[in-house]
Structures are given as structure tokens and as C-alpha cells.
């Protein structure tokens, strides 16, 4: 099935192909509860199948949900965070459909900024999902959590935007948005910063 875009900030039109396979699950799981790394995994399935990732800790849900659909959903795995997005950036410059990157948190999405900010740079669209903490300890200044970094805060001087999901009714919503602001004028890479408590919690 094709599906189409139409990018508001520029009026220009971004056109993909989904498998039927891909489209009929997404209508057979349409307005049923899900858990957040579901939708998650969902999403992208919707946008374009295809991630680069080095899994880790704070990804962990959602690396189960790849592997479920991973018929469906083409992971590449990489052996450091900035090869993730560079091989991102990579693929849509060679390819030019956007596609995502899945890092884990702290100094997994400290290193993949080198990668998100080359992209921003160079004009190249793409989407970044790093995952991260519990929401309450990125809340509140006096928690500290192990391999807590505020990966909105350190990308936003460097990414085209950044956005975190603060609840799991946001999910689908704002990674939508992020991957079509990256195609709007200038292009870049966008993060999205997705606590592992949203992760696991039913949408």
C-alpha cells in the first residue's frame, strides 16, 4: 500500500511503499492496548521497517517487540551508538527515505549525538529513539539513576529537535512527528527520548 505525507512546513509530498503484511497488521491492532515499546515498534513499522541499533538496558522492552516482529521489521545492529546514526544517515543519503536509529540510554545516547549532530549538519533527514531512565528520576534534579542522561537536553543544541514522550498515549504522536519535521525545510535528525517506564505501561 502506498501511503503519503504531505510535509506542512514545505507543501512538498513524501510518498512510501508499505507491504500489505505491514499494513494489515497495523489495521488488526488499530485502537487496541498496547504496551508502550509496542507502539513503538509499531510506529516505525508504519513509517519505514528498517532501524539501526546497539541494544542496551533502557531499550530492553522495546528490543523485545523487534524481535517479535523482526519478519516484519529490519533491525541492523551496530557495534557503537554514532555508527547506528551514521549508517542511518548513510542509508538515506544512498537510499533518500529516512530511516530510524534505536540507542539506549546515559552514554549510549551521549555517543550517538556525534552522529545526530552530523546529520543535522548535513541536512539529512532521520529519527533517533533513545531510551532512557524511569520519568521521575529525569523529573527531578536531585535523582540520579544509573545510565541516566537528559538526552533532550544535551541534543537540543544539536538535533533539529528533540522531544520527550512523557506519557504512552503520546508515543505514536510524536514519533510521527518527529519523522515528518525531519523532512520539512531544513531537513535533520530528530530525537526522541523514550523513558523505559513509558515503555512497559499499556497505552
Do not use: C
Not at 528490543?63 to 523482526?70: D, H, L, P, V, W
Not at 557495534?79 to 548513510?90: N, T
Request: hydrophobic share 40%; no cysteine; net charge negative.
Amino acid at each position: 500500500m502506498q501511503d503519503i505525507l504531505t510535509l506542512t512546513s514545505t507543501g512538498r509530498i513524501y510518498s512510501f511503499e508499505r507491504s500489505e503484511t505491514i499494513d494489515e497488521l497495523l489495521k488488526a491492532k488499530h485502537g487496541q492496548e498496547m504496551k508502550g515499546a509496542e507502539a513503538v515498534t509499531l510506529t516505525m513499522l508504519g513509517l519505514n521497517p528498517l532501524v539501526f541499533t546497539l541494544p542496551g538496558g533502557a531499550v530492553l522492552p522495546w528490543s523485545q517487540y523487534a524481535t517479535k516482529y523482526r519478519g516484519l521489521l529490519r533491525t541492523i545492529k551496530v557495534k557503537h551508538e554514532a555508527h547506528a546514526v551514521f549508517a542511518q544517515e548513510g542509508y538515506t543519503a544512498a537510499s533518500g527515505t529516512p530511516a530510524f536509529s534505536v540507542i539506549t540510554s546515559g552514554p549510549g545516547a551521549v555517543h550517538a549525538l556525534i552522529g545526530v549532530y552530523d546529520g543535522t549538519m548535513e541536512f539529512i533527514p532521520g529519527v533517533v529513539i533513545s531510551g532512557n531512565v524511569p520519568l521521575d528520576y529525569l523529573l527531578n534534579e536531585y535523582l540520579r539513576a544509573f545510565q541516566s542522561a537528559r538526552a533532550v537536553e544535551a541534543a537540543s543544541a544539536l538535533a533539529k529537535n528533540a522531544w520527550l514522550i512523557d506519557s504512552e498515549h503520546k508515543i505514536q504522536e510524536t514519533i510521527t512527528r518527529a519523522f515528518v519535521n525531519s523532512l520539512g525545510f531544513p531537513q535533520g535528525i530528530n530525537l526522541v527520548d523514550v523513558p523505559k517506564d513509558i515503555q512497559i505501561k499499556e497505552t
